[in-house]
């Protein structure tokens, strides 16, 4: 099993920044990839960035040039550094693992919210 805990969100004023953290734990051999999703009120729940075991990079077309999804492979964690936020940033973010063979793992959320 893997377990992920999030870890880093909060109130931020539009243009500012912050960097969420994900905890990994369990049979992490067995992760082909980690993400970040958000979702917010009343939306479907999307895509924000993803990192493959191999370090190839996606992000959705909203984020691009403003987070950065990076691993500290030394510490079992995953970030989302977020730069520029924007009010519509505002959602629920979540860490997931893609797990080979099994379901995906998920955090636990971690609000961001962003003031204009």
């Known amino acids: 099993q893997v377990q992920l805990v999030e870890s880093g969100g909060g109130l931020v004023q539009a243009g500012g920044s912050l960097r969420l953290s994900c905890a990994v734990s369990?049979?992490?051999?067995?992760?082909?990839?980690m993400c970040w999703y958000r979702q917010a009120p009343g939306k479907q729940r999307e895509l924000v960035a993803r990192?493959?075991?191999?370090?190839?990079?996606n992000y959705a077309d909203s984020v691009k040039g403003r987070f950065t999804i990076f691993r500290e492979n030394a510490k079992n964690t995953v970030y989302l550094q977020m730069n520029s936020l924007k009010p519509e940033d505002t959602a629920a973010y979540y860490c997931?693992?893609?797990?080979?063979?099994?379901?995906?793992?998920w955090g636990q959320g971690t609000q961001v919210t962003v003031s204009s």
């Open positions: 369990g049979s992490i051999f067995s992760i082909n990839a």
């Open positions: 990192i493959t075991s191999g370090g190839r990079i």
């Open positions: 997931n693992a893609e797990i080979r063979a099994r379901a995906d793992a």
